[in-house]
């Protein structure tokens, strides 16, 4: 069973940084694609970055320059990196993996993605 679980949100400033993290547990982050999505109140859920296998990348419009998406896979660990954070940076954020029963398709719609973790909470204040 896929298993992931968010961590790293916080409370900021605008301008500060923070890292979040995805701990993967039945899914090993090198075999296929992952992102991280946010979900702001009143809005929809949006794809902010995305990885696959072959190291490529994928980010929404407002946040390139300023987050970036990687992984560890001695930790079996997404991250990402976010500086420059604005006022509209905040949302829930949440990491997504893609079936290892699919072939890796690099994007950020949700349709993409399979399995999904619960969420961790990045508010960023003016």
């Known amino acids: 069973q896929v298993q992931l679980v968010e961590s790293g949100g916080g409370s900021v400033q605008a301008g500060g940084s923070l890292r979040l993290s995805c701990a993967a547990s039945?899914?090993?982050?090198?075999?296929?694609?992952m992102a991280w999505f946010r979900e702001a109140p009143g809005k929809k859920r949006e794809g902010v970055a995305a990885?696959?296998?072959?190291?490529?990348?994928a980010y929404t419009d407002s946040v390139k320059g300023r987050f970036t998406i990687s992984q560890d896979n001695a930790k079996n660990t997404l991250y990402l990196q976010m500086n420059s954070l604005k006022p509209e940076d905040t949302a829930m954020y949440y990491c997504?993996?893609?079936?290892?029963?699919?072939?890796?398709?690099?994007?950020?719609?949700?349709?993409?993605?399979?399995?999904w973790g619960q969420g961790t909470q990045v508010a960023v204040s003016s």
């Open positions: 997504a993996a893609r079936s290892i029963l699919l072939g890796p398709v690099l994007g950020l719609s949700s349709f993409l993605y399979d399995n």
């Open positions: 039945g899914y090993t982050v090198s075999t296929n694609c």
């Open positions: 990885i696959c296998s072959d190291g490529g990348t």
